[in-house]
């Protein structure tokens, strides 16, 4: 069956640092692959959208990898802030033009001053 | 732009009451909505697929006599929890593609619902 993987343990970084998160899956094959913020109560925020034919895409401070190989991708947060802190979804688009999308459980992160 | 809202943000019932949900897109005509749900540290899972003017697709497993979708015009899409049990408390969420961007889901705020 489909599985998407993301770490359910939060990631405790300092505040200025990098953080890194991770998503992986199994059985199955996404034309598109979306990382999403979500604070608790809220509903999610859309951050960045990665095809399946692009290896990595950059917004301001947030970057995203997609290696279809190792069915993962990779969400990095550069120059943390404690503002950052939040559970990071990653979501899959099998591209069928249904937009459907499957999401993970996500990672919380929390960034300390 | 692309804010969808959600109305009520919260909603205690009883047991046995029907609640209704509504989902609008503020700025933007949606062609299609999602509905979601969400237990505590888990994922989003979707219910349903619902296209203006036409019936809504349901996942597996999701009742579609007891979460009736109603998308009548392209701004606005409703979920009727029906007969409300305890179990059906959870956080609603709904989404909206924007036409012309059919990639990007936009979400709504949620909705708690607790039935007692």
């Known amino acids: 069956s489909q599985k998407i993987e993301q770490n359910s343990e939060a990631l405790n970084i300092q505040e200025g640092k990098t953080a890194t998160l991770t998503c992986n899956y199994t059985?199955?094959?996404?034309?598109?692959l979306q990382w999403y913020r979500q604070d608790p109560g809220r509903g999610p925020v859309f951050l960045l959208l990665i095809r399946e034919n692009e290896k990595e895409k950059r917004k301001e401070r947030l970057k995203v990898t997609f290696d279809t190989t190792l069915k993962q991708s990779l969400f990095h947060i550069t120059a943390s802030q404690p503002a950052d802190s939040a559970t990071y979804l990653c979501a899959l688009d099998p591209g069928s033009g249904y937009s459907t999308l499957t999401f993970g459980k996500g990672t919380m992160l929390l960034v300390s001053p | 732009g692309a804010v969808v809202s959600q109305h009520p943000s919260w909603v205690i019932c009883k047991s046995g009451t029907s609640v209704k949900i509504e989902c609008r897109s503020l700025d933007f005509q949606a062609t299609t909505m999602f509905w979601y749900r969400q237990f505590p540290k888990q994922s989003l899972m979707l219910m349903a697929t619902s296209n203006e003017g036409s019936k809504a697709t349901y996942e597996q497993g999701v009742e579609k006599d007891k979460f009736l979708i109603n998308h009548a015009s392209l701004t606005l899409s409703t979920l009727t929890v029906t007969s409300a049990h305890p179990e059906d408390s959870s956080f609603y969420i709904c989404s909206a593609l924007r036409r012309g961007h059919q990639e990007t889901q936009y979400f709504g705020p949620g909705t708690r619902l607790l039935v007692l």
């Open positions: 059985n199955y094959s996404p034309a598109y």
